[in-house]
């Protein structure tokens, strides 16, 4: 038979996307294994992404701990080189040296990898009086718009525009000082309370944030520009006050355990059945989370200030909204969807934060999850068993759903798009097994492909 060349350019074309989709790492997942143990939480990525870029407010240097190695924390940290900061990491402790920046234009190749580079910009601009930071683009979540960052700059003082995608920010006369306003949020964003939070550390004056984030992050970063000098009120509820000071000084700053890394655990004893304590951890962080961990039906116990223990009993569905802290936390829906196709009955879980945040819903349902898609609502009802299956995660918090569901489900799952779950979980594979999950990387299956002969 003579093949047409069109025919044997498509099946060139869909062997090589099969090579193509062998040769990415894979998570390998055999499910129902009673855990047990104690499960190390790591320093908040969310902390860490915007304390670091606040260090370019520090005109010395600066020690930061307990920082988790994740790839975002290294993407951030290539920004700070870039820009010229004198970085030396040694295991969860990072030196950085702010004495000089030599640029104030953060380079398109990494922004256009982490979106929470564009944190930089609020910092830039109150060191130098001037920031050229590219736009941080969309993702798989939602558009993620910045008008509220830029709003804050220009209150502040600031002349901003954008052209080919970069945004410009200048200060002008006042010897590159911004001055302190009143600004209100016209929601309360995290990204947008910490830029302009920052902005106003060194402003002149005082800046009175209105409807603000109360995000612990946001209390983490202010505490730590309070560990150089800043003046700063009311972080953690929706009025902060920023008195501006001329200098900040050198600090040595221990960033706050990850409540979603912690969180993202405890769930993993929930689907699993499974009595497992999680430290460290601050309890009153995942007030929203260990609520309705309860309400599901299992006890979490305090076993002392920073460990918690959770003991599922029986489990039934319950309904989620996700709203601003100190509602419950979008970082933590996917992993609650995934717990609650596991639970007894009907639940209902609402994202009302990102407008495409069910991507994983999809997944779920290829495990047998009985689950319904209705605009922003994921209408659930438990079954008894999900089923191993090959599943993807198409961004950070879907895929540490689908390592839950993995590890709730019957036979072998596996589960793709690690380049998501790495830029937030710090060894989330060691971490799982220490606790008695059957899971390993693999870093590809190309050579599965060739042993059936493709
Ligand atoms: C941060 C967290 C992210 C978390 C989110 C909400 C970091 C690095 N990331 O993201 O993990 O899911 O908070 O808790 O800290 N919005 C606008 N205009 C703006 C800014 C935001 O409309 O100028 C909208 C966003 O599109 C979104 C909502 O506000 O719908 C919340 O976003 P925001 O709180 O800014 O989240 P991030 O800071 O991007």
Redesign the pocket.
């Known amino acids: 038979m003579i093949l047409e060349d069109r025919t044997i350019n498509s099946f060139n074309n869909t062997i090589n996307k099969l090579h193509t989709e062998a040769n990415q790492p894979v998570l390998e997942i055999w499910g129902r294994q009673q855990l047990s143990g104690e499960i190390k939480v790591s320093g908040a990525?969310?902390?860490a992404?915007?304390i670091l870029a606040g260090t370019l407010l520090c005109g010395e240097q600066c020690r930061l701990s307990n920082l988790p190695n994740l790839v975002?924390i290294g993407r951030m940290s290539q920004i700070l080189s870039a820009l010229g900061l004198k970085l030396h990491r040694n295991g969860d402790i990072l030196d950085i040296d702010a004495t000089h920046i030599t640029t104030s234009q953060a380079p398109y190749e990494i922004v256009s990898r982490l979106?929470?580079s564009f944190?930089v910009l609020g910092p830039l601009l109150a060191r130098l009086g001037v920031a050229k930071v590219p736009l941080p683009g969309g993702c798989a979540?939602?558009?993620?718009?910045?008008?509220?960052?830029?709003?804050g700059l220009q209150a502040l003082g600031a002349d901003v525009f954008i052209e080919h995608g970069v945004v410009h920010a200048n200060v002008k006369g006042r010897n590159g000082r911004l001055k302190g306003t009143k600004i209100y949020l016209?929601?309360?964003?995290?990204?947008?309370?910490?830029t302009i939070l920052m902005a106003a550390t060194l402003a002149e004056g005082e800046t009175i944030i209105e409807n603000a984030?109360c995000?612990p992050?946001v209390v983490d970063l202010a505490n730590f520009c309070k560990s150089m000098g800043a003046k700063i009120r009311g972080a953690g509820t929706n009025t902060i006050i920023i008195s501006g000071v001329e200098r900040l000084h050198s600090t040595d700053y221990p960033i706050i355990p990850d409540r979603?890394e912690a969180g993202t655990f405890l769930v993993a004893g929930a689907i699993t059945r499974s009595e497992i304590s999680v430290f460290p951890v601050i309890p009153e962080h995942l007030t929203p989370v260990i609520a309705k961990l309860e309400e599901i039906g299992c006890q979490i116990i305090a076993e002392d200030t920073r460990r918690l223990r959770i003991v599922p009993k029986e489990l039934k569905g319950v309904d989620i909204e996700?709203l601003?802290?100190p509602g419950f936390?979008?970082?933590m829906q996917a992993q609650f969807t995934a717990l609650l196709t596991t639970c007894e009955g009907n639940s209902i879980v609402t994202e009302t934060?990102?407008?495409n945040?069910l991507h994983h819903v999809a997944e779920l349902q290829r495990m047998g999850a009985n689950i319904k898609l209705k605009g922003h609502n994921a209408i659930i009802k438990g079954v008894h068993q999900l089923s191993g299956a090959p599943i993807t995660g198409s961004d950070?918090?879907a895929s540490a759903a689908m390592v839950l569901a993995g590890l709730a489900a019957d036979g072998k799952t596996l589960v793709y798009g690690l380049e998501h779950l790495d830029r937030?979980y710090e060894n989330i594979e060691e971490k799982l097994r220490g606790l008695g999950a059957k899971i390993r990387r693999l870093d590809s299956l190309s050579q599965e492909l060739h042993l059936v002969g493709v």
Request: avoid cysteine; charged fraction near 30%.
């Open positions: 990525k969310n902390s992404l915007a975002d979106r929470a944190f979540i939602g558009a993620r718009p910045v008008a509220i960052h830029i709003k016209d929601y309360p964003s995290v990204g947008a309370t910490e984030a995000e992050e979603i996700t601003p802290y936390p979008t970082d934060v990102f407008e945040r950070l918090r937030g």
